[in-house]
């Protein structure tokens, strides 16, 4: 029935293949196969349960394109430039390349096209900012449907108390809208830690707020199994697709102890 195709383009997307703008300039180059048929018309649809492949050209491609990522100091916006702010683009120079980095990859002009962040890090935070040209690990990491799990470094001021850390696990809203189950516990009088599987715009600022704490500093640490490790801040470094291969969240957060 008419109604069960879909566009090619959002099939590709849900498969992982690339993503729907991605997809679309891969087709509009006659780069992808549909039933062993090279399909370059944009916007045709098909079942479900069609076969599709890229052609090697468009795999190559793939491999081409490069994911960073960038430990970004306080001061520097995650996207572009705004307000006279510095975005965070900017740091990713040759003497400020990681000896940390293993891939012998080196930089080049070309990975600047379609460079882009992959979750926010606000002006006021600093810590794992990743960048990627490839479209598929743009949308594991923030697409719509990504449960992957981000953590934070988070010093607040005041003191913590146990029914704070309770409201900041589960029963929050945002703009309207519950927040998802996140884990929360204390590391030391003002420092927490917490672990979320979305992305809202000054999310963990506003949580806090919302419980009558006020955030003083703000570091992400990781992103699923991507790690800031010993990167030095304003530093970058190349990451291997391999490196976002994640465990699945935890069905129940951990329990936090008896806070004095």
């Known amino acids: 029935m008419s109604e069960e195709l879909q566009r090619l383009s959002k099939l590709m997307s849900q498969r992982g293949l690339c993503s729907r703008r991605e997809a679309d300039r891969l087709i509009e180059q006659g780069l992808v196969r549909v039933n062993g048929q090279i399909v370059n018309t944009l916007g045709i649809k098909f079942p479900p349960d069609v076969e599709i492949e890229l052609t090697q050209r468009a795999q190559a491609q793939?491999?081409?394109?490069?994911?960073?990522?960038?430990?970004k100091p306080v001061g520097y916006v995650s996207g572009q430039a705004e307000d006279g702010y510095t975005p965070a683009v900017r740091l990713l120079k040759a003497d400020t390349h990681s000896k940390l980095d293993r891939t012998g990859g080196r930089l080049q002009q070309s990975h600047f096209d379609g460079l882009a962040p992959?979750?926010?890090l606000d002006i006021d935070s600093q810590g794992l900012l990743v960048l990627t040209q490839d479209g598929r690990i743009a949308k594991q990491l923030i697409g719509e449907h990504s449960d992957i799990e981000k953590e934070y470094l988070v010093r607040v001021k005041g003191p913590i108390k146990e029914r704070q850390i309770d409201q900041l696990?589960?029963?929050?809203s945002l703009d309207g809208k519950p927040l998802k189950r996140a884990k929360v516990s204390q590391l030391n009088p003002d420092q927490l830690q917490f672990i979320l599987r979305e992305g809202k715009k000054r999310q963990i600022r506003r949580m806090c707020e919302a419980v009558g704490l006020h955030v003083t500093g703000l570091k992400r640490v990781r992103v699923g199994e991507l790690r800031l490790g010993k990167l030095a801040e304003g530093e970058w470094r190349f990451v291997k697709p391999e490196e976002f291969r994640h465990r699945k969240p935890m069905k129940r957060p951990r329990r936090h102890g008896k806070q004095s």
Do not use: D, E, K, S
């Not at 793939?62 to 430990?71: D, E, F, K, S």
């Not at 696990?169 to 929050?172: A, V």
């Open 62 to 71: 793939q491999q081409a394109r490069v994911t960073i990522m960038l430990n």
């Open 169 to 172: 696990c589960f029963g929050l």
């Open 118 to 120: 992959a979750g926010r």
